[in-house]
């Protein structure tokens, strides 16, 4: 029995009609692969930055931040976003570049005011700075934002901040503040115990 390029057989058909349908199988086949295949979509600009900004994280938390400072300023010359020069700002603070740090969160800033991490961030620097009063006004403002998905952190650095002015009571309360955030959260939790086993006056 004849059967066809594809491997099915050829039935009720006879022996030259059998071939001229091997041919024209044959020759539509080849017509097909000859058919111009369409290109995939060239990605996107937010696509490639995002991307980017995705394996600096990765590098980021691998301990890496010489490879994640690349791939990061690759997101921004892609697509400048407010979370890769925030980010890129993080990179740097673990090299010890902390002003540089806080230079990026301020352009993130001004590419998206409502985004809360650059403020938080500037003010952990400063703090790391030993400018703990100045950053005060940051801290609120990260506490306020609009976008943001950490509000314990602003509080537990505020009363980081309290604690070293001398203000325990103060300082209680901002870290009751970011508990009511997240129950859980490790260093509020352990700013009220050493509040506590100090006898400093607000427990």
């Not at 995939?40 to 980017?52: K, L, M």
């Not at 620097?125 to 403002?141: H, P, V």
Request: with cysteine; hydrophobic share 40%; charged share 25%.
């Amino acid at each position: 029995m004849a059967r066809r390029p594809d491997g099915r057989a050829v039935t009720g058909a006879r022996p030259g009609l059998r071939w001229l349908l091997a041919w024209l199988l044959l020759f539509g086949c080849a017509v097909a692969q000859a058919q111009p295949k369409p290109e995939p979509a060239a990605a996107s600009h937010e696509d490639r930055a995002r991307a980017s900004w995705q394996a600096g994280y990765l590098f980021h938390q691998l301990g890496n931040y010489e490879r994640a400072i690349e791939f990061y300023r690759e997101s921004i010359a892609a697509h400048p976003t407010a979370e890769a020069h925030t980010f890129l700002g993080w990179s740097l603070s673990h090299q010890g570049k902390l002003e540089d740090a806080i230079a990026e969160c301020r352009i993130a800033i001004q590419i998206d005011p409502d985004f809360g991490n650059p403020y938080n961030d500037i003010g952990v620097y400063l703090i790391d700075l030993g400018r703990a009063r100045e950053a005060i006004e940051w801290l609120n403002k990260a506490a306020v934002a609009k976008r943001y998905c950490c509000y314990q952190f602003p509080h537990f650095n505020l009363g980081r901040v309290l604690l070293l002015e001398g203000k325990p009571e103060e300082a209680k309360l901002s870290f009751e503040r970011a508990l009511k955030y997240d129950p859980q959260y490790l260093p509020a939790l352990m700013g009220l115990e050493y509040i506590r086993q100090q006898g400093l006056k607000g427990l």
